[in-house]
C-alpha cells in the first residue's frame, strides 16, 4: 500500500523567506515521487519530480526537493518566497511501474505574507 | 495546442439526476485519467484509460461510468447522482513515454449535487 502524508495544511511564510512543504510517504517498493502545484480555479500543474536518479531534484520556479529514504520523506523548499508562489501544494507518490496508480496527499496552502 | 479541456466548468445537478463529463486532449496521449477532488482532500483517482478501448478502475470507480472510443476524448459519466459526488473533477493525460513522465490537467469541472 502506499499514502502520502502532508505536515501542516496551511503554511504562512513572509516574502523572501524560506518555504518548506513537508511531505512524508509510506511504500512498500522504491517509490517515484512528484509535487504539482495548484492555483485558484486551476488543474494542477507538475514542480518536480524524483525518479530514483539524483535525490536533490530541482524543478520549476526555483523549488526543489530532496528525497530521504531513511525519513521516508520528500520535503518542498524555496530560498526566498515570492507573491507568486501563493497556491495549493500536493505532494504524490506511485510505485505503479506502468505509473497509472498515483497517490495525493491532501494538500498544503502556502500564504506569502507581502 | 489547447492541451487537456473540461466541459462544463460549473453544473449544478439534482439527486439521481444524470450527467457526462467531457476531456479532450490534442496531445494524442494514450493515457488518460479522471480524478475528483474533495475540500481539504488529495485528488483521487476514479478511472483510467491507457489507450482507445481500454479502460480501468481507480481507487475510487463507484457510481462513475467511462469510454474511450478515440485518441482525444475520455467522457466520465454519473448515472444517477448522489451528494457524496460533490467534487471537482480533474481529466488529465500523460504521453507513451516512461510511467512518470507528466501528467497534464484539464482546469476542471466543479459538480454540486443537491
Known amino acids: 500500500a502506499q499514502s502520502v502524508t502532508q505536515l501542516g495544511s496551511h503554511v504562512s511564510v513572509s516574502e523572501g523567506a524560506l518555504v518548506l512543504l513537508r511531505c512524508n510517504y509510506s511504500?512498500?517498493?522504491?517509490?517515484?515521487l512528484f509535487w504539482y502545484v495548484q492555483y485558484p480555479n486551476q488543474g494542477l500543474q507538475l514542480l518536480l519530480k524524483?525518479?530514483?536518479?539524483?535525490?536533490l531534484v530541482k524543478g520549476i520556479n526555483g523549488f526543489e526537493a530532496e528525497f530521504k529514504k531513511s525519513e521516508t520523506s520528500f520535503h518542498l523548499t524555496k530560498p526566498s518566497a515570492h507573491m507568486s508562489d501563493a497556491a495549493e501544494y500536493f505532494c504524490a507518490v506511485t510505485s505503479d511501474p506502468t505509473g497509472n496508480q498515483f497517490y495525493f496527499g491532501t494538500g498544503t496552502s502556502l500564504t506569502v505574507i507581502p | 495546442n489547447a492541451g487537456v479541456t473540461q466541459t462544463p466548468k460549473f453544473r449544478i445537478l439534482k439527486i439521481g439526476q444524470s450527467m457526462t463529463l467531457q476531456c479532450t486532449q490534442d496531445m494524442n496521449h494514450n493515457y488518460m485519467y479522471w480524478y475528483r477532488q474533495d475540500p481539504g482532500m488529495g485528488l483521487k483517482l476514479i478511472y483510467y484509460s491507457v489507450g482507445a478501448g481500454i479502460t480501468d478502475k481507480g481507487e475510487v470507480p463507484n457510481g462513475y461510468n467511462v469510454s474511450r472510443s478515440t485518441t482525444e476524448d475520455f467522457p466520465l459519466r454519473l448515472e444517477l447522482a448522489a451528494p457524496s459526488q460533490t467534487s471537482v473533477y480533474f481529466c488529465?493525460?500523460?504521453?507513451?513515454?516512461?510511467?512518470?513522465?507528466?501528467?497534464?490537467f484539464g482546469p476542471g469541472t466543479r459538480l454540486t449535487v443537491l
Open positions: 524524483y525518479t530514483s536518479a539524483a535525490t
Open positions: 511504500s512498500s517498493v522504491p517509490p517515484y
Open positions: 488529465a493525460s500523460r504521453g507513451p513515454g516512461a510511467p512518470t513522465d507528466t501528467q497534464y
